[in-house]
């Protein structure tokens, strides 16, 4: 471990930090490319509109974010006398990204046909959810406190795995020749140890090796990468220096819509309430203790004022942390990709990177962090508690095969309810399963690996605890509902109020000094 004297200044930029700043600022970079992708061709929004308001305000949102998690890590360093302290990664939620758009925005421009509305509409849903983060910063650190490790990294590795490691893995599959050769770069370099020349960061390596093979191949006309000369050409329009402007009327404006904004931005208030925790407990199982008040706290500060300069996307503290301090990041890497961003967002930079770099060849650090926050949920928990983090995977897979069917039908111009749920299950699809377990299921791969956990340690009253929490979770949903209502699937919450009921009255009969005593591997012995 790297340690500074108590005097000294903890240094606030190390070589690793290049490492960290190319891996984490590509990975800022792809959903900037993603989330402007999604404002301009989903939602039709105008370029003004985009380049003008909305990414500078993501930039200033981001700017905030990145550097008070540099000062916080700075703080941490300086208190502990150690020099290996890395900062908590953050950025626009990638769910929340995708929620916001198909979920909020588009019905609303469906609705009214105006784009604007649309942008209103996004940015009421933020503010609530900045309101809900900002209160729920002070229960958290109880919640941490009550749950079990296995579940909190359980579900966290469940959503890293679906959610942020399958799409850059199969769009890696589908251009093989920038993106596994890209992978191969990385694993060398940041699993590998392999040092490039001049000591050049392995992202940095890929990204180069990735444009080369790209453009390269649009020169010679291969298709490979999908780059093109034209639409690189035409990105150069867009540049051009735009700061943010307060847009509080557009912010109230939306709330005509608060019906439909409601729906969805309580649960995924709540969702934004664990994955923080996850990710706060995360950076403490690699040596880095944060308190989870601030975090929670600081995303609701910064989301609110990035919505009230015209941003329509929350932020959050990034799965990743053991990551990013594993291939050598501490504090600079998360200021400068800060700083980065806001040149990128101010100057309009982000419509020429759009076209100017293969995403494909930054697809593979997206599944390297995947790979690292999976190994986590295991490696920093007991062993014998591994099936329950099993189990918190199970939700995620869940919710992931339903997001593609649903895409895939609907790019077909049908749903599974006009299909057919009998004729779906003849095919092996049980629709309706996948519907109600992924629903909420962040908060179900919290629960589920929770009562595991405390079953294994025969600490049943406490699993009752986790069950009966379940049970009204469920039955006003926030798990396993697609709303929050009253009585949103009763069958659930009954089966889980009999769990806790038959776990709390085992309780009462079986002592707790009678949990067995586990062998190194894990097992108990044979009774």
């Known amino acids: 471990m790297s340690t500074t004297t108590g005097e000294a200044r903890p240094a606030l930029w190390t070589p690793g930090d290049w490492n960290a700043f190319f891996g984490f600022g590509t990975n800022i970079l792809v959903n900037l490319i993603v989330l402007t992708g999604l404002l301009r061709f989903v939602l039709q929004m105008p370029g003004e509109l985009v ?4 990414l500078p305000a993501l930039g200033l949102m981001l700017f905030l974010s990145t550097g ?3 000062w916080l890590a700075y703080r941490l360093a300086k208190q502990t006398g150690r020099g290996d302290v890395c900062a908590l990664p953050s950025g626009v939620s990638v769910p929340h990204m995708f929620i916001v758009t198909f979920v909020i925005m588009l019905p609303i421009l469906g609705r009214t046909g105006d784009p604007v509305k649309a942008w209103e509409a996004g940015l009421t849903w933020v503010f609530i959810q900045s309101i809900i983060l900002m209160i729920g910063g002070f229960v958290a650190p109880y919640i941490r406190r009550i749950t079990p490790r296995a579940a909190l990294l359980g579900t966290l590795a469940g ?8 799409r850059p893995a199969l769009e890696m599959y589908m251009t093989p020749v920038i993106g596994v050769l890209c992978f191969a770069i990385i694993l060398g370099g940041w699993f590998g140890g392999i040092r490039y020349p001049r000591g050049l960061p392995a992202g940095l390596i890929a990204i180069i090796a990735g444009c080369i093979i790209g453009w390269g191949s649009a020169l010679l006309d291969l298709g490979i990468g999908n780059m093109s000369l034209a639409r690189l050409g035409a990105s150069f329009a867009n540049l051009g220096f735009s700061v943010p402007i307060p847009a509080f009327d557009h912010v109230f404006g939306g709330f005509e819509f608060l019906g439909i904004i409601l729906v969805t931005a309580i649960p995924f208030g709540i969702y934004d309430l664990v994955e923080a925790m996850d990710n706060v407990e995360s950076a ?3 040596g880095d203790v944060y308190p989870t008040t601030r975090v929670l706290t600081a995303d609701g500060v910064v989301s609110m004022v990035g919505c009230l300069m015209g941003n329509p996307f929350i932020n959050a503290v990034y799965i990743g942390h053991p990551g990013w301090k594993a291939m050598g990041g501490r504090i600079g890497y998360s200021a400068a990709t800060g ?9 309009g930079i982000a419509s020429v990177l759009l076209d100017l770099v293969p995403v494909v060849a930054i697809a593979p650090i997206l599944l390297y962090i995947g790979m690292l926050i999976g190994a986590q949920a295991f490696q920093e928990s007991p062993r014998h508690h591994a099936p ?4 918190a995977f199970v939700p995620h897979l869940a919710a992931w095969a339903k997001t593609l069917i649903d895409g895939a039908l609907g790019a077909a111009g049908t749903s599974a309810a006009a299909v057919g749920y009998d004729k779906l299950a003849q095919m092996g699809v049980l629709y309706p399963g996948l519907a ?5 299921a962040i908060l179900t791969g919290l629960v589920l690996p929770a009562i595991a956990v405390f079953v294994i340690e025969r600490e ?5 605890g986790f069950a009966a929490a379940g049970a009204v979770l469920t039955f006003f949903g926030f798990m396993h509902g697609e709303a929050v209502g009253f009585a949103v699937t009763p069958g659930i919450a009954f089966a889980y109020a009999v769990v806790a009921a038959g776990l709390f009255s085992h309780a009462r009969m079986v002592p707790q000094q009678d949990a067995p005593v586990r062998l190194a591997t894990g097992h108990a012995p044979a009774e």
């Open 159 to 166: 959503v890293s795995i679906t959610f942020i490691s399958m």
């Open 460 to 464: 049943f009253a406490k699993a009752a």
């Open 51 to 54: 380049f003008g308001r909305i």
């Open 388 to 391: 329950a983090i099993a189990l």
């Open 339 to 347: 700083v980065a961003v806001l040149v990128l967002t101010w100057l």
């Open 68 to 70: 008070y998690y540099a």
């Open 284 to 286: 403490e199982a690699a």
């Open 436 to 440: 109600k377990l992924g629903e909420g």
